[in-house]
């Protein structure tokens, strides 16, 4: 992320995307040629240091441009100049246009502002509704910390990669956020249980056989997760690539956060350096 931010896509930073499809194949550098003069409206633009670049296969094209005009006048404009300059490799309209999009700068950051209200509403709620169920608010804490921790890794490696954020990445997101709260509630709830069973054992010792009593639920639920997000990442094709590369990230920083980051934040607030049974533990039994 220290590299130089995020590579947002179309959907925040407004802009046009096409991806068209070519049959035979054209060179990229003849469409980028092509698009030197292109006809907006009543301007003229230069589109070639926009990003022009092979989709999938040789045939399929991705042009995404970051001009702004209203509607689809530049999605318009860049497809009569390239059914102008190259109309035998076009096949019929509805095998030649796979995909248009066009976003407005205003759109684009009612879009990002959207997003970002998303996450911190959903982090208030989840604190929320743990500190409910666990009776005490460190568990919440606790978890939003391994959320944090899962999606600031899976944000990571897209900026390490300079891989695009949409609007998928961010449901991605919060799927990964769905999920890894799922088995930290999973963790906390065997602590509840083995605090009620185990009151000799200080709340470390019961925090680590929890912990191995989730393992072998942990792992296989992970296992078979993974098993299909592998598959959709594979077998997905480029259109779904992105989100299914950011679950699989996400799935497996979020495996061990929920018994390796949430658990220890836990025991940071309510059992470190004790030596018998606390306070903590006997309200945590009472609570539940």
């Not at 205003?106 to 009776?135: H, M, N, P, T």
């Not at 956060?257 to 658990?263: E, P, R, T």
Request: hydrophobic share 45%.
């Amino acid at each position: 992320m220290t590299k130089g931010g995020y590579n947002l896509g179309i959907d925040f930073k407004g802009g046009t995307l096409l991806e068209l499809h070519f049959s035979p194949a054209v060179p990229v550098g003849d469409i980028r040629d092509a698009l030197a003069s292109v006809d907006v409206g009543t301007r003229t633009l230069d589109l070639r240091q926009s990003e022009i670049k092979e989709f999938g296969t040789p045939n399929d094209i991705l042009i995404r441009v970051e001009e702004e005009a209203e509607g689809t006048a530049v999605a318009d404009g860049i497809r009569n100049t390239l059914q102008s300059r190259f109309g035998s490799n076009i096949p019929v309209e509805s095998e030649w246009l796979r995909r248009q999009e066009a976003v407005g700068p205003k759109i684009g950051e009612e879009l990002k502002s959207d997003a970002i209200s998303a996450i911190f509403v959903s982090i208030v709620l989840i604190i929320i509704y743990i500190w409910f169920r666990f009776k005490r608010i460190q568990y919440g804490i606790a978890a939003v910390v391994a959320l944090v921790h899962d999606v600031l890794i899976t944000l990571g490696v897209f900026s390490l990669f300079d891989l695009e954020i949409s609007l998928a990445i961010v449901a991605s997101l919060l799927t990964i956020v769905g999920y890894s709260l799922n088995d930290t509630i999973v963790v906390f709830d065997r602590v509840r249980e083995d605090l009620r069973l185990y009151r000799r054992e200080t709340f470390g010792q019961i925090l680590n056989r929890s912990i191995n009593e989730c393992l072998n639920r942990t792992v296989l639920t992970s296992g078979t997760t993974l098993f299909v997000v592998t598959s959709l990442l594979t077998l997905g094709g480029e259109v779904i690539h992105d989100f299914a590369l950011a679950l699989l990230v996400g799935v497996i920083i979020g495996t061990y956060s929920s018994s390796f980051v949430a658990s220890p934040v836990v025991y940071f607030w309510l059992g470190r350096g004790e030596k018998e049974p606390t306070s903590a533990q006997t309200g945590a039994q009472n609570a539940a």
